[in-house]
Nanobody, 123 residues
Framework: QLQASGGGLVQAGGSLRLSCAAS????????IAWFRQAPGKKRAGVAD????????YYADSVKGRFTISRDNANNTVYLQMNSLKPEDTAVYYC??????????????????WGQGTEVTVSS
């Protein structure tokens, strides 16, 4: 089970850190991704990190502003979001897969999903 948390309301330019905690399995053995879904839009990948923690990958829209990282001691993956923009407003989901997707952010490749945490960025 994955539990996403850390969302909230923040002004443009602000920061939030989202957490994705796992129970029942060890996140370090899985590729983890963060997705987001804005109202009326499809779910889209934001960042992912492969097993072992190296080579994070980011969507162009968040490069240089978001950072995905692992905390193996706490079995948690984080998404640090800086310089937030109103267009970052969405429900954010974390997802896990035991195999690396051939296509980045292919949602059907992910076996486990968190329940989502809402991020609202005001202008």
């Amino acid at each position: 089970q994955l539990q996403a948390s850390g969302g909230g309301l923040v002004q443009a330019g602000g920061s939030l850190r989202l957490s994705c905690a796992a129970s029942g399995f060890t996140l370090d053995y899985y590729n983890i991704a963060w997705f987001r879904q804005a109202p009326g839009k499809k779910r889209a990948g934001v960042a992912d990190i492969i097993k072992g923690g190296s080579r994070p990958y980011y969507a162009d829209s968040v490069k240089g502003r978001f950072t995905i990282s692992r905390d193996n001691a706490n079995n948690t993956v984080y998404l640090q979001m800086n310089s937030l923009k109103p267009e970052d407003t969405a429900v954010y989901y974390c997802a896990a897969t035991g195999t690396q997707p051939k296509v980045p952010f292919y949602p059907y490749a992910y076996d486990y999903w968190g329940q989502g945490t809402e991020v609202t960025v005001s202008s």
